[in-house]
Nanobody, 117 residues
Framework: QVQLVESGGDLVQAGGSLRLSCAASGNIFGMDAMGWYRQAPEKQRELVAR???????NYADSVKGRFTISRDNAKNTVYLQMNSLKPEDTAVYYC???????????WGQGTQVTVSS
């Protein structure tokens, strides 16, 4: 079993910054890919950023240059540094872990990010 616990969501003004954290525990491996997704009201969940066990990253076009994903394998934690936030970044942000050994996906409970204009 895998547990993911997110933190760091908040209300922030446009142009501000936030850092989200996701701590993983359970039957996990350093090679597991981890990522952040978000879901705004009445919209589908979308990928924000993803980082592989080897450290390769990819981002949604809408956040490139503003968001940075990183991981600390010693702490089993992935981070999302969000700068120059915009109102359209408002959403519930979910942490995801894709376990390399079997391809199974695990999700956190979500953390709310609200950006006011």
């Amino acid at each position: 079993q895998v547990q993911l616990v997110e933190s760091g969501g908040d209300l922030v003004q446009a142009g501000g910054s936030l850092r989200l954290s996701c701590a993983a525990s359970g039957n996990i491996f350093g090679m597991d890919a981890m990522g952040w997704y978000r879901q705004a009201p009445e919209k589908q969940r979308e990928l924000v950023a993803r980082i592989t066990g080897g450290g390769s990253t990819n981002y949604a076009d809408s956040v490139k240059g503003r968001f940075t994903i990183s991981r600390d394998n010693a702490k089993n934690t992935v981070y999302l540094q969000m700068n120059s936030l915009k109102p359209e970044d408002t959403a519930v942000y979910y942490c995801n872990l894709n376990r390399w050994v079997d391809g199974r996906d695990y999700w956190g409970q979500g953390t709310q990010v609200t950006v006011s204009s």
